[in-house]
């Protein structure tokens, strides 16, 4: 995958090296700078998880709203007509509700997701300049796969509490009351369809972000030739190779998104609601949603959700390599980057 951060096109392939043949070669304090790496990488995996989430929020509870909302019994009507809704009923805050958990959890997320790709790259002999399709398909889905099984009870907390019946209180509350009614595995639900969305998805990311990124930067001259933050050309390269990214692997999972939304607020549905059955799993989910709802019913949310990706994508992965050649910068005997992958 193509990044640009400190010596971003200097990678070791390019020095006649084999990334991983010079990992395996490190000298005594090798491990050291491992952890330093390591820990730069998580650095801005957060930062990109915290900035991201802070300016797509909006478009996450547009996109929550139209998910669960069965039969369009709740009144949200496309993105205009749902965001006038919540304004009138809610106020400017409705839109940021659940703002505090998805920081965190995007932050947590983030900062699991990129060292665990860059890690997978690494232990597959490869950097992030000289990865083809295949390999970053495989260092993101394991990358994903790590930070969804670490974040997701946060996510379905926030889930609960972003959707308006669930008038529990606050997160604490939330906690509280999936503990008592469930158990810990409470803090799972959905967690199968979650990785079978999440993970595909993340992996056509970094996918298609390293594939259009590559072209993107040969098209337009803006290959980074020199240590330091990425030009104002080179971040719009990334952003736009981001937002591509960001549409293209979304609208291959959104189906199993949908079904996810449901399913964690499936025991506040049939609690609440006489109109909405409880699901029976997956499955029960998919055929239930189908049959009273028609295909249609898996893409509600749809335009946000393309919008809040686009949006999501571009700016987590500009924040990320902008952050990771600041820190790279910013750490004393660190050279290159690549060297190190």
Request: glycine fraction near 10%; include cysteine.
């Amino acid at each position: 995958m193509c990044v640009a951060v400190a010596g971003g096109t200097k990678s070791a392939s390019a020095q006649g090296k084999n990334p991983a043949t010079a990992s395996s070669r490190e000298p005594s304090g090798g491990a050291e700078a491992g952890a330093r790496r390591r820990g730069r990488e998580s650095a801005a995996g957060v930062a990109s998880g915290v900035v991201s989430r802070l300016i797509v929020s909006p478009l996450d509870v547009l996109k929550i709203r139209l998910q669960l909302q069965v039969s369009g019994q709740d009144g949200y009507r496309g993105v205009a007509q749902s965001a006038t809704k919540i304004l009138r009923e809610e106020g400017v805050r409705g839109l940021w509700k659940g703002t505090a958990p998805s920081l965190v959890l995007w932050g947590l997320y983030a900062g699991v997701q990129f060292p665990a790709y860059q890690e997978t790259l690494r232990i597959l002999g490869f950097s992030r300049e000289t990865a083809p399709l295949g390999v970053d398909l495989v260092a993101g889905a394991a990358g994903s796969l790590a930070a969804t099984t670490i974040s997701y009870p946060l996510d379905t907390i926030r889930t609960q509490l972003v959707y308006r019946r669930a008038e529990h209180g606050n997160v604490f509350a939330l906690t509280r009351l999936t503990l008592q009614r469930d158990g810990f595995l409470g803090f799972y639900r959905g967690f199968l369809p979650t990785v079978t969305q999440v993970v595909p998805g993340m992996a056509f990311s970094f996918a298609f972000y390293g594939y259009i990124k590559r072209h993107v930067t040969a098209l337009t001259h803006t290959e980074s030739k020199e240590a330091g933050a990425p030009s104002m050309a080179q971040t719009a390269a990334q952003l736009l190779s981001g937002s591509l990214a960001g549409v293209l692997s979304k609208v291959i999972v959104h189906p199993l998104d949908t079904v996810k939304k449901r399913i964690q607020v499936n025991h506040l549905l049939g609690r609440e609601s006489a109109r909405a059955a409880r699901y029976n799993g997956m499955i029960d989910c998919f055929r239930e949603m189908y049959i009273h709802e028609g295909p249609r019913s898996f893409f509600s949310g749809l335009v946000p959700t393309l919008l809040k990706s686009a949006v999501a994508t571009a700016v987590t992965f500009a924040t990320y390599e902008y952050a990771l050649a600041l820190l790279v910068g910013l750490t004393p005997g660190t050279e290159d980057s690549a060297e190190e992958d």
